[in-house]
């Protein structure tokens, strides 16, 4: 018996599908097949029941997952500790909010020998490249709405999360806006003025039919960039806004951008960091996190609107 047959044994058994384990093990529905049959020949019992929609665990086949798992997760941390004294580099997958680079300056301060490759991108390819490896751990916005198929889609890609905050959406409006000076500002107000935002993705889309006072977010007026940096530019030269928790009050007021409530908004939205299952984080990675949790817990001077 070889190591990777039981990677593959677990990846089948996790999806259910011979066909899905084979696509994310980049290898043929034949040879994966066989594999799993040499397996099942070796240790003499069949570890699958097979039909037209995929595939089950026998009993002795959950058996063999429990201590298969166990001795995946075992060579994983003695991977790691072997490979603890060679990291070179740092690598976060982020949804794009400005605390990210506060963030990754102070880590910068505390962790210079450390290189730190911050990637900023929707939710879905943040998933995405944490799945794949390319990033050790995400930083990841979601809201009430989405928090369903978003939980679905990471427990199906053997994705851990651990939230960091809650807040609600804001209104981030520069100079430009005739809403600037307001203290609260309703959504039929907004309406009025296009709003600033990257592309979407099918996260975003759950959110389209998200309704505040009567009005839709699918009906509002976007426009879209491929970048946060040029959406905080774009609002500070234009009467555009966006929307966004309160975290980064502080970092967009030094910009000329005022975060303000909106009356009615009462959508939940979260932060969270996520990472692989069965894998234990390098120690830059925990100190980059502990960071971020820093950020977010630094008091929030929009509380006052909340009472």
């Known amino acids: 018996m070889q190591l990777h047959q039981l990677v593959y044994f677990i990846k089948v058994a996790e999806k259910g599908s011979i066909n899905k384990a084979a ?3 980049f290898l043929s529905q034949p040879n994966l097949s066989q594999s799993i049959k040499s397996l099942e020949q070796e240790i003499g019992v069949p570890l699958f029941i097979r039909n037209n929609k995929g ?3 026998t009993e002795d086949g959950k058996k063999l997952y429990e201590y298969a798992s166990v001795i995946i997760q075992q060579m994983e941390i003695i991977e790691r500790m072997s490979l603890k004294e060679q990291q070179k580099a740092l690598s976060v997958s982020a949804y794009p909010i400005l605390l990210n680079t506060v963030a990754a300056s102070r880590f910068y301060s505390a962790h210079k020998e450390i290189p730190l490759r911050l990637t900023e991108c929707r939710v879905e ?9 390319n990033a050790e ?10 928090k369903r198929e978003f939980l679905t889609a990471l427990s199906h890609k053997n994705l851990e999360i651990n939230i960091i905050a809650k807040d609600t959406w804001h209104a981030s409006i ?3 806006n005739p809403l600037y000076h307001e203290d609260l500002v309703t959504m039929g107000q907004l309406r009025d003025f296009p709003l600033a935002c990257i592309p979407n993705d ?5 959110s389209m039919h998200i309704q505040v006072d009567g009005v839709f977010m699918r009906d509002l007026r976007f426009i879209h960039f491929s970048s946060h940096g040029a959406i905080i530019e774009f609002i500070r030269n234009t ?3 966006r929307f966004s928790p309160s975290w980064s009050y502080y970092e967009l007021e030094e910009k000329g951008i005022r975060t303000v409530p909106i009356k009615n908004m009462d959508l939940c939205v979260y932060c969270g960091w996520i990472k692989r299952k069965r894998e234990t984080l390098f120690p830059a990675a925990e100190s980059f996190i502990q960071i971020l949790q820093e950020c977010y817990d630094k008091d929030n001077p929009l509380k006052r609107f909340k009472k």
């Open 125 to 133: 390819q943040v998933i995405c490249d944490v799945e794949e490896g």
């Open 202 to 206: 099918y996260y975003t889309n759950l």
């Open 174 to 176: 520069g100079k430009k």
């Open 55 to 57: 595939t089950t665990l």
């Open 239 to 241: 009467d555009a806004f």
């Open 23 to 25: 696509e994310e093990l």
């Open 137 to 146: 751990v995400g930083i990841i916005h979601f809201n009430a709405r989405q």
